[in-house]
């Protein structure tokens, strides 16, 4: 059994690591952090771990972490877990980080989004851990920056007609609405339960940070600079995002045959699911589990290609595919504890 981590495992993405990695037939978790409930039993603070996890959080050092596990999940907040990255690399560790501070290759772009970078010459080392575009470099690797959660909905969605040309890189329109989980588990009054309930509200529009993520990756696919139109919302639901991204066709290429060219790119991925020609990607229909449900309709009146998809934010989006880029870098079957038929209803 391999040993592994998780750093900062008292946020919602870090008790889903927990959740998933406790039944994971390879690994065994032998640390879990945080410094809020350092001292208590992680299944006291999260009762639904009770029979899977009785480890007591800790505040540990990187060297201390070291000498616990060969691997380590760092579930921080970004600028927290660039400080600590570093360490865990020094002491002989592979970390899988799903924060935003590597997943930017350019240290002006993530500064000019989020603040100044204190380990820069990590990011050129960071593989962006996406399995389905970036399977052979998340192998070998020693550091992985795990996707965002909405950037991992658009890419995948995204991904095959653009790689092959068959949409426009410069029309691209996304629109993307997720739960209240995506926010965190800190307390912040734009959450709390009055706040969100009956409403459906954008935000952060045309200054999102998972913008310049999400141009990153497209231009990587489309041979060229792109940016995006993206307006995130937030839904009244806990998990689950669903993003509709439009873009103009290019060619005559009809419905049939983009899904075609969908069909053919994720034919051997086991978690990518192409919906029947007119059935749509809902949330609940990929609760709980580390699916991407993707559907697809040509306009003929516009030429405009729409693509929907939808994963849990808390899986797919975050905790699901960090296990997945561990399964990929310790050699391990990559569907290993991740297996799951989606929560339904």
């Not at 969908?262 to 990518?272: G, K, R």
């Not at 870098?329 to 989606?342: C, N, Y």
């Amino acid at each position: 059994m391999i040993q592994v981590a998780v750093v900062g495992a008292t946020g919602y993405t870090g008790v889903e690591l927990v959740r998933l990695l406790a039944r994971h037939p390879q690994v065994v978790v032998t640390a879990v952090t945080s410094r809020q409930y350092e001292g208590q039993r992680l299944d006291m603070v999260f009762p639904s771990l009770r029979g899977f996890c009785d480890l007591t959080c800790e505040e540990l050092t990187p060297e201390e972490l070291g000498q616990r596990a060969q691997l380590v999940f760092t579930a921080l907040p970004h600028k927290t877990a660039m400080n600590f990255v570093p360490g865990l690399l020094r002491a002989g560790c592979r970390v899988v980080d799903l924060s935003a501070d590597y997943r930017l290759r350019d240290q002006a772009v993530y500064e000019a989004w989020y603040q100044s970078h204190s380990s820069p010459q990590l990011l050129d080392e960071a593989v962006y851990g996406l399995p389905e575009l970036y399977r052979e470099q998340i192998r070998p690797a020693r550091l992985v920056a795990n996707p965002g959660c909405y950037p991992t909905s658009v890419a995948l969605a995204l991904a095959p007609l653009l790689r092959a040309g068959l949409i426009d890189p410069a029309s691209l329109i996304i629109d993307s609405k997720s739960g209240a989980s995506g926010a965190g588990r800190s307390a912040k009054t734009a959450s709390l339960f009055c706040e969100v309930n009956e409403g459906f509200k954008a935000y952060a529009v045309a200054n999102h940070r998972h913008t310049p993520e999400i141009e990153q990756t497209l231009s990587q696919l489309a041979g060229c600079a792109v940016l995006v139109n993206f307006t995130p919302h937030l839904l009244p639901v806990n998990r689950g995002i669903l993003s509709t991204c439009y873009a103009q066709r290019c060619g005559t290429v009809d419905e049939a045959g983009l899904r075609r060219v969908v069909a053919d790119f994720y034919q051997d991925e086991p978690f990518i699911r192409l919906c029947p020609a007119g059935d749509w990607p809902n949330t609940a229909y990929v609760q709980g589990s580390n699916h991407v449900d993707i559907g697809l309709a040509l306009d003929p009146r516009t030429g405009r290609v729409i693509l929907v998809s939808a994963i849990d934010n808390l899986v797919k989006g975050a905790a699901g595919q960090a296990v997945q880029n561990m399964n990929l870098m310790l050699g391990f079957e990559e569907t290993a504890g991740l297996d799951l038929v989606p929560l339904f209803p």
